[in-house]
């Protein structure tokens, strides 16, 4: 799966501590995330429960791309200071989910 994310590292008036969050009983999944500076992190294979949180600046653009590897459910979240802003769920291989959200 290719996957390009456009964010604007902006500048805000106070950063946020954002997470992305990926729940389920699916085996693995493949996790595409932007995170600082619009640098992409990947990983495959990722055993649930998946989490990473960044701290970015309030106009930060948050993207994830999570693509299931098993054959069970999954869900994806982004939370802003510990509260979910998105959330999004699939079931079965190869299902994809995309989210976003602006951190402002």
């Keep these: 799966m290719l996957?390009?994310?456009?964010?604007?590292?902006?500048?805000?008036?106070?950063?946020?501590?954002?997470?992305?969050?990926?729940?389920g009983d699916t085996s693995s999944v493949h996790i595409l995330a932007m995170?600082?500076?619009g640098r992409i992190l990947e990983v495959t294979g990722a055993k649930l429960p998946w989490e990473e949180t960044i701290t970015v600046p309030r106009s930060q653009e948050l993207d994830?791309?999570?693509?299931?590897?098993?054959?069970g459910e999954?869900?994806?979240e982004i939370l802003i200071n510990g509260s979910v802003k998105a959330r999004n769920s699939d079931k079965?291989?190869?299902?994809?989910?995309?989210?976003?959200?602006?951190?402002?």
């Design 3 to 23: 996957a390009l994310f456009l964010g604007a590292a902006g500048c805000g008036s106070k950063p946020v501590d954002a997470t992305y969050r990926v729940t």
């Design 35 to 37: 995170i600082e500076n």
């Design 64 to 71: 994830i791309s999570v693509t299931n590897e098993g054959d």
């Design 74 to 76: 999954f869900i994806v």
């Design 92 to 104: 079965g291989k190869g299902a994809i989910v995309n989210l976003s959200y602006s951190a402002n």
